[in-house]
T-cell receptor
């Protein structure tokens, strides 16, 4: 079965400093990986996805993630945090068993951005 | 265009009552998913519909949970004899149906069982 582990439940950064949200995956085959963001009382929004094309994936709002097979990692980064980035971030892996595209979510990382 | 919509946005019910939650997917999307987000379990898959195929019910936590999708569009998730542990946010997502295609999520229905 596919799974993802988000290594930090909470991350706090100052506005203008880099963001790093860590994710490790476990998959029996070449995975499809995603990062979703959830702002308070809002729905889940896709930030970016990796589907075996380029290993460096660029997403919305300046976020990007790098797929590293040797490290089984898919960390999310942003060079400079903005106050509006404060939200919960989920690393997600696809599970194609049964013919569908069921998503398996990590436990989430709450990002706090301080002035 | 219109995104995934869900209704009601909030539902408060008494233990033992039945509830129905509705999802309207994006027009033209053939795949529809239900997920549940709760404090204890995080985000977990419940059920998946693809076109006219039999649904994948492997994530439903008990036989009190069922879902249907009429006409390949609107879906209803039904929880019978609700329990307090059913309290959660129920999220619906839809996609074009292709493998690894982006799933677009609705705003969710917050269910509170008293």
């Amino acid at each position: 079965a596919q799974s993802v582990t988000q290594l930090d439940s909470h991350v706090s950064v100052s506005e203008g400093t880099p963001v790093l949200l860590r994710c490790n995956y476990s998959s029996s085959y070449s995975p499809s990986l995603f990062w979703y963001v959830q702002h308070p009382n809002k729905g889940l929004q896709l930030l970016l996805k990796y589907t075996s094309a380029a290993t460096l994936v660029k997403g919305i709002n300046g976020f990007e993630a790098e797929f590293k097979k040797s490290e089984t990692s898919f960390h999310l980064t942003k060079p400079s945090a903005h106050m509006s980035d404060a939200a919960e971030y989920f690393c997600v892996v696809s599970d194609f068993t049964g013919g569908g595209n069921k998503l398996t979510f990590g436990t989430g990382t709450q990002l706090k951005v301080e002035l | 265009g219109a995104g995934v919509s869900q209704s009601p946005s909030n539902k408060v019910t008494e233990k033992g009552k039945d509830v129905e939650l509705r999802c309207d997917p994006i027009s033209g999307h053939t795949a529809l998913y239900w997920y549940r987000q709760s404090l204890g379990q995080g985000l977990e898959f419940l059920i998946y519909f693809q076109g006219n195929s039999a649904p994948d019910k492997s994530g439903l936590p008990s036989d009190r949970f069922s879902a249907e999708r009429t006409g390949g569009s609107v879906s209803t998730l039904t929880i019978q004899r609700t329990q307090q542990e059913d309290s959660a946010v129920y999220l619906c997502a839809s996609s074009r149906g292709l493998m690894a295609d982006t799933q677009y999520f609705g705003p969710g229905t917050r269910l509170t069982v008293l």
